[in-house]
């Protein structure tokens, strides 16, 4: 299947695995590009820039294939080494980069002049316009159902799609919900040219997280999720677990009153005792309500081969009825 996503980025398949923390290392990055898909290695899991290096090198090692660096930007006092990871990346010879966070503006020209295409990650359609205005190539739309962080609009991806469509000028792809091939054509027809996948890449047998982590995601359903933060304007869906109720309970009890600091012991630090320890009540971990559409941990390839397989078949069923 061709579209603008994957002419845009050298893939056969229009399937994107957005960066996660302490999710996206290289084994995942290259699993998903290997099948055709876009994988994606997480900058800011990578404690410096030389690890990022690293990181890219081994990926390198891996694949063949074209993948993506995400790279966050934050809201916080004492910044990553951001210049450092930008040229890890350059000077990587990585092809794409997905943006998330804060405006990328600062990062652009350098991305830019070295050839390489940003996806930029929004919630909304101001913030995809904005993005388009300041130079992305794409933007991955984000609609209310995503695991992490869902903005403060709380629209879902059946009007925000459609809104995207009518106002972007670039491709862009769908994200949050997306687990098959119902989902893939489901974009495409409100107007996507693909579609990222988190969650859903975490079931998967290369993904390098804890089967405990791998295994919560296969039990649980669409109603397991949590919306934790939002007195902060800083909202995220999780998986819920016994530190995200105590979270919710602080949060209820503080008001008005609460601050980061009334929760850091439930979100800050938790993600390696979670993800590589497997330790499912350390704290609060990004999980999508599309959790109760994964039933399997397959491989990667057995899961994009799987969607395209879907994706046919809808469109043969659809030419059949016209």
Not at 64 to 88: E, I, S
Not at 135 to 153: K, L, Q, T
Not at 251 to 274: H, S, T
Request: hydrophobic share 45%.
């Amino acid at each position: 299947m061709q579209t603008a996503i994957t002419e845009m980025f050298g893939i056969q398949h229009p399937i994107i695995q957005g960066g996660m923390h302490y999710v996206g290392f290289a084994e995942l990055a290259a699993a998903v590009s290997n099948a055709g898909g876009l994988g994606t290695i997480t900058g800011l899991t990578q404690k410096t820039p030389a690890d990022l290096a690293n990181e890219i090198a081994r990926c390198r090692d891996m694949t063949d294939k074209p993948f993506a660096v995400n790279l966050t930007f934050l809201p916080t006092v004492n910044a990553p080494d951001y210049p450092g990871y930008v040229r890890a990346i350059i000077e990587g010879g990585v092809k794409a980069v997905e943006t998330a966070g804060n405006n990328p503006a600062q990062v652009l020209p350098f991305f830019q002049d070295a050839g390489i295409k940003v996806i930029h990650k929004c919630t909304s359609v101001r913030h995809a316009l904005k993005a388009q205005s300041i130079g992305c190539d794409a933007v991955s739309v984000d609609g209310f159902e995503c695991g992490g962080h869902p903005g403060e609009d709380d629209v879902p991806n059946f009007i925000l799609l459609p809104r995207a469509a009518d106002e972007l000028e670039i491709p862009f792809v769908s994200s949050g919900g997306m687990a098959d091939g119902r989902s893939l054509m489901a974009s495409i027809a409100m107007g996507a040219s693909g579609m990222n996948m988190g969650t859903r890449f975490i079931a998967t047998k290369e993904a390098p997280v804890h089967e405990n982590v791998k295994q919560a995601i296969v039990a649980a359903s669409e109603l397991d999720t949590r919306l934790v933060m939002r007195p902060l304007r800083n909202t995220e869906r999780v998986m819920t677990n016994d530190a995200v109720e105590d979270l919710l309970r602080i949060e209820k009890e503080k008001g008005a009153n609460l601050k980061f600091e009334d929760i850091i012991e439930q979100v800050a630090g938790v993600y390696p005792r979670i993800m590589l320890e497997g330790d499912m009540d350390a704290g609060a971990w990004s999980c999508g309500m599309v959790a109760g559409l994964i039933h399997d941990v397959p491989t990667c390839k057995q899961l994009i081969d799987r969607i395209m397989v879907e994706a046919d078949a809808i469109i043969d069923r659809m030419n059949a009825i016209r």
